[in-house]
């Protein structure tokens, strides 16, 4: 069982992606991908002229809610 999760990607003005190694790439799935949103515009803050992209895939494991995580870590 799964389901679908959103995820982000950024991309320059011509639909290249942002890869792990941090140059674009029309190959969409060496994209560098974000599970937060806000995680996604600050990297893009460091590319003038890029967008942040959402996107949903299936996933086998659902996210949990990111307050849960930061609860989890500071105890």
Known sequence: ????????????EV???L???GFFS????DALIFRSEEA???EAAA?????????ERWSAFPDF???????????
Request: a negative charge; proline letters at 4%.
């Open 1 to 12: 069982m799964g389901t679908m999760v959103t995820r982000y990607r950024i991309e320059d």
């Open 15 to 17: 639909g290249r992606v």
């Open 19 to 21: 890869t792990d190694e």
């Open 26 to 29: 029309y190959e969409v799935d």
């Open 40 to 42: 996604a515009i600050e």
């Open 47 to 55: 590319f003038p002229g890029t967008t942040v992209e959402g996107f």
């Open 65 to 75: 809610p990111l307050s849960i995580a930061a609860e989890r870590s500071a105890a």
